[in-house]
C-alpha cells in the first residue's frame, strides 16, 4: 500500500492517506503525551510496541465480533486501516476506580465498581476533554443518539473480551477509553487499544502496567508495556 501525504499528526501517531481512498495509514511514534499534551516525551519503541500490541488486539476484538477500522499491520511502527468520519467522543468505561474518577469523586482508588461505570468525554484538547453526557453530545450534533448506544453496547463487549484476555495473564482491566467512527454507515472502533488508553494492573501486586507509570513519572514505562504484551503471547522485536 503506497503511502501519500500526511493528513493529520495526532499526539502519538500520524494518519497518511494511500492511494485507496478507503484506507489510510497510522504510523505509531515513540512520542508519548499526557495531561492534554502538557507532558511530553519521546519514549524508544513504544511506537513498535503499541502498534503490535494493538494489532494483536484489534484482531482478537474482531474475531469476537466487534466491528473495528484496524485492516493489518504493515511494520514494526505501521498499519492499515480504514478512513472513518471519527466520532468527537470518548467513551470510558471503569471496572475499578482510579484516575479521573478518584480525583473527581474523592472516591478510594482501587475500589471494585459494580456495575462497571460508563463516561462520555468530548475529545478537544484545547478544553481539556470535558465529561459531557448523551444529551449534549446530541444536542451539539457529536454524536446521533442512535450512534451513542451502539458505542455503549460496542464498548461494554469489549469489556467482556478483553477483562477475560488480561485475566489470563494475571491482570486487572482497570479502565479504558476507547473512540469509535463511521465507515459505510457502521459504526465502528477506531483509534487504538494499548497500555496508553487504558489501565493495566498486575492482579496479585496490584502494580500499574500501563500509561500511569508515564503520568506519574514512575519509570519503567515501555517496560511495562512489554511486560503486559509478553503475558498475552506477542514477542516484539529486538
Ligand atoms: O483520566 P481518566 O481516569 O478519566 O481516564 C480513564 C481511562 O481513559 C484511562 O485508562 C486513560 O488512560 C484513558 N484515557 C485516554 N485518553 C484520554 C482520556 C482518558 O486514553 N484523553
Not at 466487534?66 to 480504514?82: A, G, R
Not at 444536542?139 to 488480561?166: C, D, R, Y
Amino acid at each position: 500500500m503506497e503511502k501519500r501525504q500526511e493528513l493529520y499528526a495526532g499526539k502519538a501517531k500520524s494518519v497518511y492517506t494511500t492511494d485507496d481512498p478507503d484506507l489510510l495509514v497510522l504510523n505509531f511514534r515513540d512520542d508519548t503525551s499526557a495531561f492534554d499534551g502538557k507532558k511530553v516525551e519521546s519514549l524508544a519503541r513504544k511506537g513498535m510496541v503499541n502498534n503490535i500490541f494493538n494489532a494483536f488486539i484489534m484482531e482478537r476484538l474482531q474475531e469476537a465480533g466487534i466491528p473495528t477500522h484496524f485492516v493489518k499491520q504493515l511494520s514494526n511502527t505501521e498499519s492499515l486501516v480504514k478512513k472513518m468520519q471519527m466520532i468527537p467522543v470518548e467513551c470510558v468505561v471503569r471496572n475499578i476506580a482510579a484516575g479521573g474518577l478518584v480525583k473527581r469523586l474523592g472516591v478510594e482508588e482501587g475500589i471494585a465498581l459494580t456495575p462497571p461505570t460508563f463516561e462520555l468525554f468530548l475529545k478537544n484538547d484545547e478544553k481539556g476533554d470535558p465529561m459531557i453526557n448523551e444529551s449534549l453530545a446530541e444536542t451539539f450534533g457529536w454524536a446521533t443518539p442512535e450512534q451513542l448506544a451502539k458505542m455503549k453496547v460496542l464498548t461494554f463487549k469489549v469489556n467482556h473480551i478483553l477483562k477475560a484476555l488480561f485475566a489470563e495473564g494475571d491482570m486487572l482491566l482497570v479502565d479504558y477509553k476507547l473512540e469509535f467512527g463511521v465507515f459505510k454507515g457502521e459504526v465502528v472502533l477506531g483509534d487504538e487499544f494499548s497500555p496508553d488508553g487504558c489501565r493495566l494492573w498486575d492482579a496479585n501486586t496490584r502494580e500499574k502496567l500501563d500509561k500511569d507509570r508515564f503520568r506519574q513519572g514512575l519509570g519503567g514505562v515501555i517496560e511495562a508495556y512489554e511486560e503486559v504484551g509478553r503475558r498475552l503471547g506477542i514477542t516484539f522485536p529486538a
